[in-house]
């Protein structure tokens, strides 16, 4: 009568034992604490090069190569060829390269529009005679097609409380190329990034609006190939919290890094003196709305034909707690 309890006595204690083995067996080791980050030369990478400069990186045990590129299409080349393992991207990017299966994923913001900082603004030339949104009405804006500037674009006139009919786009693709066509006087009106808006405006361009406004649409984020995640966890956690580490540096004194913002060419000779460095996101993810509306904004423009998970995309798991 005794045995059946004889037995699961023994395998309880076998369960038991096999738990306290399992606990007491060494996490497996990432594959690498090497981490290859391609950047283009932006604002938004200021905290990969305070982490760097201070030394947080090795603080936490990491080795981080940063390799320059000179376009988004040539970084995301690097990232989808396995050359690199990180990137400053937009959830667009991440969503159109997972609509297959899961490559990348999301796992911080890098820099956010806020209410005092804008990321983006909508300019006008300086003979054209805009200076108020109304005169926007269907004037061309000068964009890139397929990209969070096109999204951008149409979200911040949408709230603004344009018509479909109201808004205009022109597709120029090169920064440097929306810039200098807006100087000349060719563009009447163009989205730009910080600082390069800075300067414009500095050079007699007229600000019509920008993401200061409704800051929910505009952002940029940090990226990994999904395939680095996986195998290398705690190297993504001891990254982040140096990120970490480096953001509450800069958001403390701004002041602290012209020398390193010329260098990197993140701001243009001109500016140096005179530009105050925005505060950059502290750690957070883009939320499922921000992702939502991104992905129905490129569903209605026939850039992705099929849902992609919120879940597959952005990932949080990676954040110091």
């Known amino acids: 009568m005794n045995r ?15 738990t306290l083995l399992a606990a007491c067996q060494p996490a497996a080791k990432d594959a690498t604490t090497t981490v290859r980050v391609a950047r283009i ?9 305070v982490a760097q400069q201070e030394g947080l990186f090795e603080k936490h045990g990491v080795t981080v190569e940063i390799i320059p590129v000179a376009s988004a299409p040539e970084r995301d080349q690097l990232i989808a060829s396995g050359q690199a393992d990180a990137v400053i991207n937009e959830v667009l990017s991440t969503m159109f390269a997972n609509k297959e299966s899961i490559q990348f994923q999301t796992v911080r913001y890098a820099r956010a529009a806020t209410a005092t900082a804008p990321v983006f603004r909508i300019l006008s030339a300086k003979d054209a005679g805009i200076t108020s949104l109304e005169q926007l009405k269907g004037v061309p804006v000068g964009v890139s097609d397929g990209t969070i500037i096109a999204y951008l674009t149409e979200r911040l006139l949408q709230a603004e409380g344009f018509a479909p009919a109201d808004i205009q786009t022109t597709s120029v693709p090169s920064i440097s190329d929306r810039m200098a066509l807006l100087g000349s006087g060719q563009l009447k009106a163009a989205m730009l990034p910080d600082p390069l808006s800075t300067l414009a405006i500095q050079q007699g361009a007229n600000l019509v609006l920008d993401d200061s406004r409704h800051p929910e649409y505009s952002f ?4 990994f190939r999904k395939a680095f995640l996986d195998a290398n966890p705690t190297t993504v956690k001891n990254f982040l919290a140096a990120w970490e580490e480096a953001v509450a540096l800069i958001n403390a004194d701004g002041s602290r890094w012209t020398a390193l913002l010329s260098e990197q060419n993140l701001v243009p000779a001109p500016l140096l003196e005179s530009f105050q460095v925005p505060p950059f996101a502290t750690a957070g993810v883009p939320t499922e709305a921000q992702f939502n509306d991104m992905l129905a904004w490129a569903k209605e423009k026939g850039l992705l034909d099929q ?8 990932d949080s798991q990676y954040l110091p707690k």
């Open 41 to 49: 030369p932006v604002l938004d990478t200021l905290p990969l090069f």
């Open 4 to 18: 059946p309890k004889n037995v699961v006595g023994i395998f309880i204690t076998l369960l038991v034992l096999g």
């Open 220 to 223: 940029s984020t940090l990226t």
């Open 307 to 314: 849902d992609v998970r919120y879940a597959d995309c952005v």
